[in-house]
């Protein structure tokens, strides 16, 4: 006598199978017409450090996008979201940028501007033991190296994800292994990450800075 599984049962895995594939990702922003909000930028928070830069929401050809322009100025919208990096290690993203402050170096304090800089922050319990990982598009640092950070170098630690000019202008496809980076940066298991943030500035050198963003998404492949 044969034993036939109940029907629920095939349809029972294709959705346990389609939840778990849709977990692969998660977006954290993409974007829309309605991002752009009277209080700024829907979903984010602005933290200034000296004025504010500019952030709108632009379209082109049907997509829209986050741009910023940075005066002498540098503040940064930041998004607090709460994950395990060795669960979703990679973080990517899309940025163009089509001005960089011409006098940023990273590694001084009075040039440290760049024209567009994505941050992954793993809080502490004590402020002072919070860590950072600030992606960047570097002025002079070659493209894959990193530095501490001038102000705060035990804390915070610079990956060029991008050096120079020669991309300026064109928009630029990111995917990094967070988790890998943090290991390889500190020497430790990395803590829960707890916000992604961005900015775009030039207060230390007095110069200009033009970036756009979008498409920012955490997977785990």
């Known amino acids: 006598m044969k034993h036939r599984l109940p029907r629920w049962i095939p349809l029972l895995f294709l959705l346990w199978f389609g939840l778990h594939s849709q977990d692969s990702s998660r977006i954290i922003d993409r974007f829309s017409a309605d991002s752009q909000q009277s209080a700024g930028i829907k979903g984010w928070e602005e933290n200034s450090f000296v004025g ?39 973080l990517s993203w899309r940025w163009k940028v089509t001005h960089l402050p011409e006098k940023g ?25 919070t860590k950072t990982i600030n992606y ?14 001038s102000w705060l170098p035990k804390n915070v630690v610079m990956i060029a994800a991008q050096s120079g000019t020669d991309s300026l202008g064109r ?15 500190f020497g430790e298991e990395p803590p829960r990450a707890g916000a992604i943030a961005l900015m775009t500035d030039s207060d230390n050198t007095g110069g200009y800075a033009e970036a756009c963003y979008d498409d920012f998404i955490i997977s785990k492949q």
Do not use: C, M
């Open 136 to 149: 960047i598009w570097a002025n002079r640092l070659p493209k894959g190296e990193s530095h501490p950070n």
């Open 105 to 129: 170096d990273v590694h001084f304090k009075e040039t440290d501007d760049y024209g567009a800089r994505v941050y992954v922050v793993f809080p502490r319990f004590l402020k002072w033991n």
């Open 52 to 90: 504010h830069t500019r952030y709108s929401i632009k379209e082109n050809d049907g997509n829209y996008f986050l741009k910023a322009v940075a005066d002498s100025s540098a503040s940064g919208l930041y998004k607090e979201i709460k994950y395990d990096v060795k669960e979703y290690p990679y």
């Open 171 to 185: 928009w630029i496809q990111e995917k990094h292994n967070v988790y890998e980076d943090y290991r390889r940066i």
